[in-house]
């Protein structure tokens, strides 16, 4: 089992970018595969961003693909999303999830129902 918390959301211009982090504890971080998921007032929780065991494979929703960019350390527990050229769509509830690597064959995946694992969640504002 993983515990899962998100930081550095807050308030950014349209245009900018924000850094958010997610620190993970719990047993064996690298058996996980992560994603970000964000939700909007009155929308749908969707995908973000998603990222494998070993770094080696990443997936992105389309309106985000060339503008977020996930990574993460092993030795350090925690996955960021970079996210630059921000939008005022991109405003939302911001959360990290995690899923058993083993359950994912293709390495990532880019749906909510695959993840066991939620953190709270991290708001981000962008103003126009």
């Known amino acids: 089992q993983v515990q899962l918390v998100e930081s550095g959301g807050g308030l950014v211009q349209a245009g900018g970018s924000l850094r958010l982090s997610c620190a993970a504890s719990?047993?064996?971080?690298?058996?996980?595969?992560l994603g970000w998921f964000r939700q909007a007032p009155g929308k749908e929780r969707e995908f973000v961003a998603a990222?494998?065991?070993?770094?080696?494979?990443?997936a992105y929703g389309d309106s985000v693909k060339g503008r977020f960019t996930i990574s993460r350390n092993n030795a350090k527990n925690t996955v960021a999303l970079q996210m630059n050229t921000l939008k005022p769509e991109d405003a939302a509830v911001y959360y990290c999830?995690?899923?058993?690597?083993?359950?994912?064959?293709?390495?990532?995946?880019?749906?909510?129902?695959?993840?066991?694992?939620w953190g709270q969640g991290t708001q981000v504002t962008v103003s126009s």
């Open positions: 999830a995690g899923a058993a690597q083993s359950r994912l064959p293709y390495g990532v995946s880019t749906t909510k129902g695959a993840y066991d694992y």
């Open positions: 719990g047993r064996a971080f690298s058996s996980y595969a």
């Open positions: 990222i494998n065991w070993s770094s080696e494979r990443t």
